[in-house]
């Protein structure tokens, strides 16, 4: 009774925050959500026993990922007018995806169930592993069956840091990059040096 209740608190806080995600007008808010709706997965992820899960939920996701969401949104210099604006330009494009990613799930979860993939026991429920640690377990089918799918993904990772680097680096007109010029700091006159002292009271600092 008691994990039935809990099962039935935590996914109407995870569908409630997930749904605030998307609603809410203030961006710092939505990650905000977003972070609550992490807990909550987490707190389901315990009660089916996937631990593992539910620690790099709280560690990874909402330690890393949605505080550097959070810190990205607040540092943009958001228009939220124009936010909105683009909002309701996009809208219909956004439903149109949005049956377009329904109808690929149902299609996905049809397939499932008619046998199409050969995944777990026939009842739905992942097939226990005996004598295994959740880790071990996720280890030995990540590094082993999935072993392409998980290169392939640290790959497209890797080129995604690549392009954003390439998309956000500016050269400066004059040529510069912001390196330093070690000679002309060699080279540099100390007479025209600020030199920063030790002034008394009311005097200020000697240049």
Not at 11 to 18: F, K
Not at 101 to 122: D, F, S
Not at 181 to 192: A, H, L, S
């Amino acid at each position: 009774m008691i994990q039935t209740l809990a099962f039935y608190l935590f996914a109407t806080l995870v569908i409630g925050s997930a749904v605030m995600v998307i609603m809410a007008r203030n961006p710092v808010h939505s990650v905000l959500w977003l972070i609550l709706a992490f807990f909550n997965a987490a707190g389901l992820m315990v009660m089916v026993g996937a631990e593992f899960i539910a620690a790099l939920l709280v560690i990874v996701y909402v330690g890393a990922v949605a505080v550097l969401f959070l810190f990205v949104v607040m540092m943009l210099d958001i228009d939220f007018s124009e936010m909105r604006a683009g909002f309701v330009k996009n809208f219909p494009l956004g439903i149109a995806i949005a049956l377009v990613l329904l109808a690929e799930l149902v299609l996905g979860i049809g397939a499932y169930r008619a046998g199409a993939l050969q995944l777990g026991t026939p009842s739905g429920v992942a097939a226990p592993l005996a004598d295994r640690a959740n880790i071990e377990s996720i280890g030995a089918v990540l590094y082993r069956d999935y072993l392409f799918l998980f290169e392939a993904a640290g790959v497209i990772l890797l080129v995604a840091m690549v392009g954003a680097i390439v998309l956000t680096h500016r050269q400066r007109p004059d040529g510069a990059r912001g390196q330093q010029d070690i000679g002309k700091q060699v080279r540099r006159n100390p007479d025209e040096a600020t030199v920063m002292k030790q002034p008394t009271i009311g005097k200020g600092v000697e240049l």
